[in-house]
């Protein structure tokens, strides 16, 4: 039977046009699986509110990469106890300047805030900054608006600013990049390996391919390093093979635990295949 499969597909790819369908077919193929994966923006209805319940009350310290106005710390900070700090990045300069105003802060929380990009490497690079705080500003040129304006934003790296933030570790790190996440994760290799971050969130979504990054990478670095990694949805925690799967590069959500967490976690809920 693999030899007329194989028979049939070496003839179809003799045809320039049926190729091309093929490509086609596959972009569909992607956006099917996407939607099997997607969930809502909406932080009460894509499982992080959930997420938040679970995670906010053991933690003391949070970190939020890719920042915007703030609303996922609201978010968490409900669940903490009083007392908590917040680590904040946010490179979009109209976004800053508005998180820099006290009157969005969560009361009985210190938060601090870093007008930097977070990256795999520390140095300057090229930022799209979209007007009024867009929430698609983005190192990756192709993934924001046309009328981004394009200036250049000072880049750290987790592993650098954890070595200064004198704590034993970071409860929580959730990350929003715009296809920047797994470049972020790059540059937390040490405390992920380290296991200094008790969870992680991240999003993954179609700038990923513009910045030369896979989902199968970011499962990699993370399962290697001893986390449950899992899908996010409002319907609860879902497993998947990226290796099985491919790369689809549509919008969905992903969090990993780190073994102890994944104990506490999986004593409360079961994850289901998603596929």
């Keep these: 039977m693999s030899k007329i499969v194989g028979s049939i597909q070496q003839s179809l790819s003799r045809s320039r046009f049926i190729a091309k369908m093929m490509i086609k077919l596959r972009d569909q193929c992607n956006s099917v699986i996407g939607l099997r994966c997607k969930s809502s923006i909406d932080q009460l209805e894509n499982g992080e509110g959930w997420l938040a319940a679970q995670i906010g009350p053991r933690s003391s310290l949070i970190v939020d990469v890719g920042a915007n106005l703030g609303n996922w710390v609201l978010l ?19 976004a800053s300047r508005k998180l820099a105003e006290d009157g969005w802060r969560p009361q009985e929380m210190t938060i601090e805030l870093h007008e930097k990009a977070v990256s795999d490497a520390e140095g300057v690079l090229d930022f799209y900054a ?23 934003v000072a880049v750290t790296t987790l592993d650098r600013e ?52 896979t989902l199968s990478a970011a499962y990699q670095l993370l399962e290697g390093a001893g986390y449950k990694v899992f899908l996010l949805k409002s319907e609860g925690l ?18 990993a635990f780190r073994e102890d967490v994944a104990r506490e976690i999986l004593s409360k809920v079961t994850p289901q295949p998603i596929f």
């Design 76 to 94: 968490f900070a409900d669940h903490m106890a009083k007392g908590g700090r917040a680590i904040l990045f946010e490179p979009n300069p109209d």
């Design 130 to 152: 979209e007007a009024d705080a867009g929430e698609t500003s983005s190192l990756v040129s192709r993934h924001s608006l046309k009328d981004a304006q394009k200036t250049q």
């Design 162 to 213: 954890f070595a200064e933030l004198g704590a034993d570790q970071i409860d929580m790190l959730k990350i929003d990049a715009e296809g920047f996440d797994l470049h972020v994760l790059l540059g937390a290799r040490q405390i992920i390996e380290d296991q200094k971050v008790a969870v992680i969130q991240f999003e993954y979504n179609a700038p990923w391919a513009h910045a030369g990054s």
């Design 238 to 255: 879902f497993t998947l093979d990226p290796a099985a799967t491919g790369e689809f590069f549509r919008y969905s959500n992903f969090v």
